[in-house]
């Protein structure tokens, strides 16, 4: 079956910097494109970011650009999520998702009614 687990969260000052890992195991890792999502209190789960399943193709959300980066190692079975200049505004539950569909090179997923397989998410705070 297919396990997500991520990991990396924690509270950080505004400002700074964390780095998500999303282990992935029960599945052909580089054959699926992955997603993070986050989800505050109150508010509907949204879509972070994504990557294709070569890494060649990705998505950011537009209060994101040019602060996080997704990256995966497909070799490692891993996607990641580099969280610089962190705000108060991020302060939510990080999830990483991936689909059952197969994946085709610069193919990504935007909409969470795409994703399949989530993992329990892992707490970001950051303080103002």
């Known amino acids: 079956q297919v396990q997500l687990v991520e990991s990396g969260g924690g509270l950080v000052q505004a400002g700074g910097s964390l780095r998500l890992s999303c282990a992935a195991s029960?599945?052909?890792?580089?054959?699926?494109?992955m997603g993070w999502f986050r989800q505050a209190p109150g508010k509907e789960r949204e879509i972070v970011s994504a990557?294709?399943?070569?890494?060649?193709?990705?998505y950011y959300e537009d209060s994101v650009k040019g602060r996080f980066t997704i990256s995966r190692d497909n070799a490692k079975n891993t996607v990641y999520l580099q969280m610089n200049s962190l705000k108060p505004e991020d302060t939510a539950v990080y999830y990483c998702?991936?689909?059952?569909?197969?994946?085709?090179?610069?193919?990504?997923?935007?909409?969470?009614?795409?994703?399949?397989?989530w993992g329990q998410g892992t707490q970001v705070t950051v303080s103002s």
């Open positions: 998702s991936t689909t059952r569909l197969v994946g085709r090179a610069g193919r990504i997923y935007y909409s969470h009614t795409e994703y399949d397989y």
């Open positions: 029960g599945l052909t890792f580089s054959n699926y494109a």
């Open positions: 990557i294709s399943i070569d890494g060649g193709a990705t």
